[in-house]
């Protein structure tokens, strides 16, 4: 099996929108990951989400790859958007739709379906 | 975990904030809103911004004596 720190570099890498965060856009587990879900929906995102709960392994290895200490975790095309915090305040100003035109062109709301992705503890 | 602390630790990664605010948003003494004015946040990033200040609260962070953390950073321009 594909270690940990791989599966979660590669999903960082490939997806065009990664979310990490607790539960699933179905049942999300925590305010902070709904807002961050909310977020990204209003500026028509297409979401891949991580749930991160499973196992705790998840959450350490992510955080060691980004350095960044809590969750929601947001990346667009491998690069680290933020946190709630960041990605509300972005769609607030209409800064993240202009990152996401940018990094994925003016079509993006077209790809707009939202899929999980599952992380498998080794 | 009383916000005091917090303050403490914040002020001493930015001893120039112009606004420097703690906020237990629940009472419960581990869900906080900080707020901070600072020139060091100054040309970075937004994620930059917020990494300065995970870095001056990394011990109660890593700890867990916080567990959830609001952040708003802004430059004194």
């Known amino acids: 099996m594909t270690p940990l720190r791989d599966q979660i570099s590669e999903i960082i890498e490939t997806e065009p929108v990664t979310l990490f965060m607790k539960g699933t856009p179905s049942f999300v587990a925590c305010g902070n990951s709904q807002r961050a879900l909310s977020a990204l929906r209003a500026a028509g995102a297409p979401v891949t989400a991580v749930d991160i709960l499973p196992d705790p392994r998840f959450r350490q290895e992510l955080s060691s790859i980004s350095g960044w200490p809590t969750i929601p975790q947001v990346f667009v095309k491998g690069e680290l958007v933020g946190g709630a915090d960041i990605v509300e305040e972005l769609a607030a100003n209409g800064e993240l739709e202009r990152k996401l035109t940018d990094a994925l062109g003016e079509d993006y709301r077209d790809q707009r379906d939202e899929r999980v992705v599952a992380l498998q503890a080794a | ?77």
């Open chain 2, 1 to 77: 975990m009383a916000t005091e602390p917090l303050h403490a630790l914040l002020e001493q990664a930015f001893p120039d904030a112009t606004e420097l605010d703690v906020v237990d948003r629940t009472g419960g003494g581990d869900h906080f809103q900080v707020t901070v004015a600072s020139t060091r946040f100054e040309g970075l990033s937004l994620v930059d911004q917020h990494r300065l200040v995970y870095d001056a609260l990394a011990e109660p962070l890593a700890d867990g004596s916080i567990h959830e953390l609001r952040i708003k950073t802004k430059g004194t321009t």
